[in-house]
Nanobody, 112 residues
Framework: VQFVESGGGLVQPGGSLRLSCAAS??????MGWYRQAPGKQRELVARLTSGGSTNYADSTKGRFTISRDNAKNTFYLQMNSLKPEDTADYYCNLHPPYSIYWGQGTQVTVSS
C-alpha cells in the first residue's frame, strides 16, 4: 500500500488549492486527509468513508471538501478560503491511519 500526495504550494490568504492523493495497493477503504503544522501534532482534517460519508474538522468545515475518483484510485482535498493557520504539511492515509502508510506529504503555505 502506498499513498503519494501532491498539489501543495504557496497561496495567499483567501486562495484555493487542490491536493491529490494517489493510492496504490488498496481499493475500498476509509480515507483521511491529515495535516501537521510546525510544532503541533498531526490532526485529522477530513474523512471519507468507503460508503461516501464525509466528516470535517471544525476548523475546515465549509471550506474544505474531500472527494474520491474511484477510476483513478485518487483522493482529493479541495481547499478554499485558505487561512494562514492552514499552513502545514498535508498527508493522506487510511482512517484510522496506519503508521507504516504515512507518505512524504505535501506542503501548504498560506501567506501574503
Amino acid at each position: 500500500v502506498q499513498f503519494v500526495e501532491s498539489g501543495g504550494g504557496l497561496v495567499q490568504p483567501g486562495g484555493s488549492l487542490r491536493l491529490s492523493c494517489a493510492a496504490s495497493g488498496i481499493s475500498i477503504y476509509n480515507m483521511g486527509w491529515y495535516r501537521q503544522a510546525p510544532g503541533k501534532q498531526r490532526e485529522l482534517v477530513a474523512r471519507l468513508t468507503s460508503g461516501g460519508s464525509t466528516n470535517y474538522a471544525d476548523s475546515t468545515k465549509g471550506r474544505f471538501t474531500i472527494s474520491r475518483d474511484n477510476a483513478k484510485n485518487t483522493f482529493y482535498l479541495q481547499m478554499n478560503s485558505l487561512k494562514p493557520e492552514d499552513t502545514a504539511d498535508y498527508y493522506c492515509n487510511l482512517h484510522p491511519p496506519y503508521s507504516i502508510y504515512w507518505g512524504q506529504g505535501t506542503q501548504v503555505t498560506v501567506s501574503s
